[in-house]
């Protein structure tokens, strides 16, 4: 999914943390992690296809396919709760949940747009799976058993 869409469901997460009593702090964060969260993604081009820039690797996510790995390490349930805990420790509430809502969106329109199994955002199961491309797609997806067309 384009850094557009997320820009978008950033907002409107935004927008639904301003109206239910967050104020702007929760709204910018909400829409902030929703729309950047995908700065993740950096490491692994780089990793792929070094200190380069080519704009159709980098858009078309190929070096993921090089590679065949996935470390994205921001796009994972952990970093979310973390971040959250963290912030409310501190007595930010309306970041924390700023944060975790842009960030669960986030991670959800990508379930959505890609077919992931929401298993493939927990760090602990990359991590166990190497992060390995195939561990993004379902066992019974992969092999045909569900039909993602």
Not at 48 to 75: D, I
């Amino acid at each position: 999914m384009g850094p557009g869409r997320h820009a978008l469901i950033g907002a409107l997460t935004g927008g639904a943390l301003y109206a239910s009593g967050q104020g702007p702090a929760g709204a910018a964060a909400a829409f902030a992690v929703g729309s950047l969260i995908d700065v993740d993604h950096l490491l692994d081009y780089v990793l792929a296809e070094g200190l380069t820039f080519r704009w159709s690797a980098l858009s078309s996510g190929s070096y993921f396919r090089k590679r065949g790995k996935a470390l994205v390490l921001l796009h994972s349930y952990e970093c979310v709760i973390l971040a959250g805990v963290l912030l409310v420790r501190f007595g930010q509430s309306a970041l924390a949940w700023g944060v975790v809502c842009g960030a669960m969106t986030h991670l959800l329109s990508d379930v959505l747009y890609y077919r992931f199994t929401p298993l493939c955002y927990s760090f602990t199961y990359r991590l166990v799976h190497g992060f390995r491309l195939e561990a993004f797609r379902h066992k019974r997806i992969s092999q045909g058993v569900v039909n993602v067309s």
